[in-house]
Structure formats: C-alpha cells, structure tokens
Nanobody, 122 residues
C-alpha cells in the first residue's frame, strides 16, 4: 500500500506561481497513476490533474488546462503540480492521489495524501 505526503503549499498572490510536491513510499511508484485533487472551503473535492505511470500521458480539468502542469520523477518517487497564474478561487486543500489504474472526474483513486493548503490572496 502506498503512502503519500504532500508539501509545498502556502500563500501565493493572484497571478503567481507555486509548485506542490508529493512523495510516495511503501509501493512501486512507477506502477501507480498519480494525480491531484482539490477541495475548497464548503465545496466538494474536485479533480485537477492526472499523470500516467511513465509520465507520458497527462489529463487536466478544463479549469486548469494551460496554467497547471503535472509531472513525475520515478527515480525520486515524487509527483509535482506546477501552478501558474493562480486565481483566488483556487484557494483549497490540494490532495495527492494514486491508483494502479486510471482515475479522474468520475472514477476516484484508491489512495490519498493528507493534503496541503494553498491560499491565493494578495
């Protein structure tokens, strides 16, 4: 069973950038599709981005396409989320996620991290 630990959250100004990291342990990292979800205060958790086992395929929510980039380093057992042009409405807890299959909007992952808080504010 894989364990996930996010880092990199914090305060970012509107229009600014932030990079989140998620370190995985306890499993063969390259056998997991990895992704990010977020949950804003008072709202349901929503899909943000997903990356395939090798990193060759990525998939994004329409709301972040062109601004966020998901990547992974299988040698470091780490997945990243580069957030650019951040918006105040993207203030949320960001969760790393993993599964040995693809997941996304309608199909949830099997494993979750504890979350890291991102606040977009001036």
């Amino acid at each position: 069973q894989v364990q996930l630990l996010e880092s990199g959250g914090g305060l970012v100004q509107p229009g600014g950038s932030l990079r989140l990291s998620c370190a995985a342990s306890g499993g063969t990292f390259s056998s997991y599709a990895m992704g990010w979800f977020r949950q804003a205060p008072g709202k349901e958790r929503e899909f943000v981005a997903r990356i395939s086992w090798s990193g060759g395929t990525t998939y994004y929510a329409d709301s972040v396409k062109g601004r966020f980039t998901i990547s992974r380093d299988n040698a470091k057992n780490t997945v990243y989320l580069q957030m650019n042009s951040a918006k105040p409405e993207e203030t949320a807890d960001y969760y790393c996620a993993a599964a040995k299959r693809l997941f996304g909007v309608t199909r949830l992952p099997d494993y979750w991290g504890q979350g890291t808080r991102v606040t977009v504010s001036s």
